[in-house]
């Protein structure tokens, strides 16, 4: 695998040196067909041990499917190692209190 | 109801259950398995089998014609035009079938996946004999309801008849920025099926019905098959250069800056900073 990677939104690590390995057992329930479990095992330089958690995904038989696009709208922006954000009227905003604007350098002129 | 009545009855729905218990029998279907590429040489404009840009000669109105040309006039100055994709939204249909990055594709009773590496566009043909959806939110991928056909009548599934509807925009045909109508109101048919003397070639005739077009405009995407394919994992977000804020295009220089795509081009308006970079 490659990196950077999390195991969710909060930013629990993997080690960067991307030698994760992952196991997984992936099953329906015995009594209700339309549960399924995964088993899954991570082995990773940023864990002490192996860390099983088993997820469980219930099943829709007619689904309406979503197009999740993450590009689409996406106001997040990194510039070098800073991130900024887009505001809703369209400008480049701070995403922390009291950061600094993107460094100009190569534009001819300056905007206030 | 006489006795006979209930026996037949029965009858009917003991075959009828049968059927539905029937495992998908994969010889009814053509062998379309394994990776898709486009052939060596071709490149990514619309119609291959012309030259890119104006070359393609698409049947565009006259308002739409003009909006190509200032078009290809930004992308000349190092804008983006009327493509949208460079901030990594999905190309959509029918330019995901330019099958930038190879395809596959997944043949299921019910259902037909097509996976695209480039843009990690996923395709779902409904094959189940479904109706339109009435309240579907639309999508750049569209809906797809797909029909098998017999054409030969040898008893297998040859041909894969499509119709795409319900699509979201911006949308264009190619990297040259050759536009769709912002109406979306755009219907796309294929036929799909494998050269009849190779079959390691598969035929898309494409067909796009459009208002910006002046007539339905048809062009047919060769593909040809890797049977041991190595896919490459193409994440378009990741190290793109491309930054678009509000309306206007910028480029992440290699030292990690940002800076003009055009020439003279302003910087941002920083109005929301407290204070002013150098």
Not at chain 1, 66 to 87: M, Q
Not at chain 2, 89 to 114: C, K, L, S
Request: hydrophobic content about 30%; proline content about 8%; glycine content about 8%.
């Amino acid at each position: 695998m490659k990196g950077p990677r999390t195991y969710e939104g909060s930013g629990l690590p993997l080690h960067k040196d991307n030698q994760t390995i992952v196991k997984e057992r992936i099953y329906l329930d015995k009594t209700n067909p339309d549960i399924l479990y995964d088993e899954i095992t991570t082995i990773d330089h940023a864990l002490t041990r192996p860390w099983t958690v088993t997820k469980k995904f219930r099943r829709e038989h007619n689904p309406t499917w979503f197009e999740n696009d993450c590009s689409e709208d996406n106001h997040h922006l990194a510039i070098g190692k800073e991130h900024y954000f887009l505001s809703g009227d369209g400008y480049l905003m701070p995403a922390k209190k009291g950061q600094a604007p993107p460094d100009l350098r190569y534009f001819n002129q300056s905007k206030k | 109801m006489p006795s006979w009545i209930g026996s037949i009855t029965l009858a009917a729905v003991t075959v009828i259950a049968a059927a539905g218990a029937q495992a998908f029998d994969q010889s009814n279907y053509p062998d379309w398995s394994g990776q898709w590429k486009r052939p060596a040489g071709v490149g990514n404009q619309w119609d291959t089998s012309k030259p890119p840009r104006r070359g393609q000669q698409a049947p565009l109105t006259p308002e739409y014609q003009a909006i190509y040309e200032a078009n290809l006039k930004d992308q000349a100055a190092g804008g983006q035009g009327t493509d949208p994709t460079y901030t990594c939204i999905p190309d959509g249909m029918p330019r995901a079938m330019n099958v930038i990055f190879p395809m596959e594709i997944i043949i299921q009773p019910n259902i037909t996946y097509v996976t695209i590496e480039y843009l990690s566009m996923l395709r779902r043909i409904y094959t189940d004999g479904r109706n339109w959806p009435k309240d579907a939110e639309p999508s750049f991928m569209g809906y797809s309801i797909g029909k098998w056909i017999d054409e030969d009548g040898r008893g297998r599934y040859n041909v894969l008849e499509v119709e795409t509807r319900n699509l979201k925009g911006p949308r264009a045909f190619d990297a040259s920025g050759i536009p769709l109508h912002t109406d979306n109101q755009t219907v796309v048919k294929e036929r799909i099926y494998l050269d009849k003397s190779d079959p390691n070639i598969l035929h898309d005739e494409v067909t796009t019905i459009d208002n910006a077009l002046t007539r339905p405009w048809t062009v047919t995407k060769n593909y040809h098959r890797v049977r041991n394919p190595v896919w490459v994992e193409a994440i378009c977000a990741e190290g793109n250069q491309h930054v678009r804020i509000g309306k206007e295009n910028y480029m992440l220089s290699a030292d990690g800056y940002l800076m003009p795509a055009k020439k003279d081009q302003p910087p941002p308006d920083l109005r929301y900073f407290k204070q002013t970079g150098k």
